[in-house]
């Protein structure tokens, strides 16, 4: 079985400019999660979204904003783009609908995201 | 509000010796807690997850966690490192109302695995 995918993998985007990354979770997975994890930090939850709807959000700005699809892939949006946002972006997938409290994530590898 | 403390940044054994990886947790209610580890440029992979049918929780590669309640501490041992567990170790902790899920991560420990 295929995991978590994303793309692209890496991404060089200039200042000002807009970005959309793309998750694919596991087949069956309904709930999709964002990170962001800056260099030498632990990741940092962006989203959440379940059956289509943001069922969670974390401390970012309006810039980030997300969507998911029909078939429970998920978009992630940076607008404005600024050097602070260079970072690695997770996406994770989580196998119930209603997460519990012992659900693990499965992570993607990642789409390595540079402003400059 | 819940949130863990990874007590060291860097962790530096030698091949062969035991590992331990300490963690602190804070949480109003009984946690979930987690250890992710990630490889260089890989994303993060499952070690082993607490779910309070056990204080001792075995994982993947040899790895364990004993959950401490008086402690609050979910620290992660091996008897044995490997040169290949060199990875930066995560120890997490879900945030449980509602059915938000996020993951809370801590700052992250290195382990260094000499020959």
């Known amino acids: 079985d295929a995991g978590v995918t994303q793309s692209p993998t890496h991404l060089i985007k200039t200042r000002g400019q807009h970005v959309t990354l793309r998750c694919s979770p596991i087949?069956?997975?309904?709930?999709v999660s964002w990170y962001q994890q800056v260099l030498g930090q632990g990741p940092q939850f962006i989203f959440q979204?379940?059956?289509?709807?943001?069922?969670g959000r974390g401390n970012f700005p309006d810039r980030f904003s997300a969507r998911q699809f029909p078939n429970y892939s998920s978009e992630l949006n940076v607008n404005a783009l600024l050097l602070g946002d260079s970072a690695l972006y997770l996406c994770?997938?989580?196998?119930?609908?209603?997460?519990?409290?012992?659900?693990?994530?499965?992570f993607g590898q990642g789409t390595r995201l540079t402003v400059v | 509000a819940q949130s863990v403390t990874q007590l060291d940044s860097h962790v530096s054994v030698s091949e062969g010796t035991p590992v331990l990886l300490r963690c602190n947790y804070s949480?109003?209610?009984?946690?979930?807690l987690f250890w992710y580890v990630q490889h260089p440029n890989k994303g993060l992979q499952l070690l082993l997850k607490?779910?309070?049918?056990?204080?001792l929780v075995k994982g993947i590669n040899g790895f364990e966690a004993e959950f401490k309640k008086s402690e609050t501490s979910f620290h992660l041992t091996k008897p044995s490192a490997h040169m290949s567990d060199a990875a930066e170790y995560f120890c997490v902790v879900r945030h449980g109302s509602g059915n938000t899920g996020k993951l809370i991560f801590g700052q992250g420990t290195t382990l260094q695995v000499k020959p």
């Open positions: 994770a997938s989580s196998p119930q609908g209603v997460i519990r409290e012992n659900t693990e994530a499965f």
């Open positions: 087949s069956g997975h309904k709930s």
């Open positions: 607490y779910t309070s049918a056990a204080t």
């Open positions: 979204y379940y059956e289509k709807e943001e069922r």
């Open positions: 949480s109003s209610y009984s946690p979930s």
